[in-house]
């Protein structure tokens, strides 16, 4: 549609392809997500182990999410156990819905120690959160409150979700193109632009104020989170 009608402008949000120079991309600093998933994960562990379940290994946007995680749990909690999973590896992208291989990953990691996962396997999350529940252990959800999609037997065990909130970049495109300052490619948004919240969860009053603390050192430039 873009070629077809180059005078128009267009915006797509999530996809970090180039489309054209009339289209703008509105993607999200992946890393920073991770990061923060990281921190959750970290100060609500009890084993002080934590770990990452991705997608798919070779797919950026969760690469960088998952190198985000290793450094914001590493940050908040030194010296605590970080394990880095996926469920499948590209070219195969059957890691973004495959929730019985999901589901035995997260059962291995909470079998070895492990007690939170940030899930960040799309479709395949559900069967990170059935792993936690029958194993007593809590998740950190990713991009929605995923705990609004789980049965009232697992909401339990959301210790929060940390939001991409869509809102809040689609509203910064539209007033740059009612300002007519619209360029092509793309425009990530992260934590200094308001483009991460949390939801509500188990233990995320606990927490909050130590995360909000790490989302204020973000912002100002005092942190740099790592997309490798």
Same mark, same amino acid.
């Given at each position: 549609m873009a070629a077809e009608f180059p005078k128009v402008r267009f915006a797509i949000v999530e996809s970090w392809e180039d489309l054209g120079?009339?289209?703008?991309?509105?993607?999200?600093?992946?890393?920073?997500?991770?990061?923060? +998933?990281?921190? +959750?994960?970290?100060?609500?562990?009890?084993?002080?182990?934590? #770990?990452?379940? #991705?997608?798919?290994? #070779?797919?950026?946007?969760?690469?960088? !999410?998952?190198?985000?995680?290793?450094?914001?749990?590493?940050?908040?909690?030194? #010296?605590?156990?970080? !394990?880095?999973?996926?469920?499948?590896?590209?070219?195969d992208y059957s890691g973004y819905d495959d929730q019985g291989k999901a589901r035995r990953i997260a059962a291995r990691l909470f079998q070895a120690g492990g007690d939170v996962v940030f899930q960040d396997a799309g479709s395949s999350n559900p069967g990170i959160t059935r792993a936690a529940g029958a194993a007593g252990a809590l998740v950190v959800g990713a991009d929605g409150d995923e705990s609004q999609g789980a049965g009232e037997d697992l909401r339990g065990v959301f210790i929060t979700s940390v939001v991409k909130r869509v809102d809040v970049i689609v509203f910064d495109y539209l007033r740059s193109a009612a300002r007519g300052a619209v360029p092509a490619g793309a425009r990530v948004y992260g934590v200094k632009d308001g483009a991460f919240d949390f939801a509500p969860g188990t233990?995320? +009053? !606990?927490?909050?104020?130590?995360?909000?603390?790490?989302?204020?050192?973000? +912002?100002?430039?005092?942190?740099?989170?790592?997309?490798?």
């Open positions: 120079p009339n289209v703008t991309n509105l993607v999200f600093a992946e890393q920073e997500l991770g990061y923060l +998933a990281g921190a +959750a994960a970290a100060l609500a562990s009890r084993k002080k182990s934590v #770990g990452f379940i #991705g997608a798919v290994k #070779g797919e950026p946007i969760i690469d960088r !999410a998952a190198a985000g995680f290793a450094a914001g749990a590493r940050a908040a909690v030194p #010296g605590i156990r970080v !394990a880095t999973e996926y469920v499948s590896a590209a070219p233990a995320l +009053a !606990a927490i909050r104020p130590r995360l909000e603390e790490i989302k204020r050192r973000i +912002a100002a430039g005092e942190v740099t989170v790592p997309g490798t």
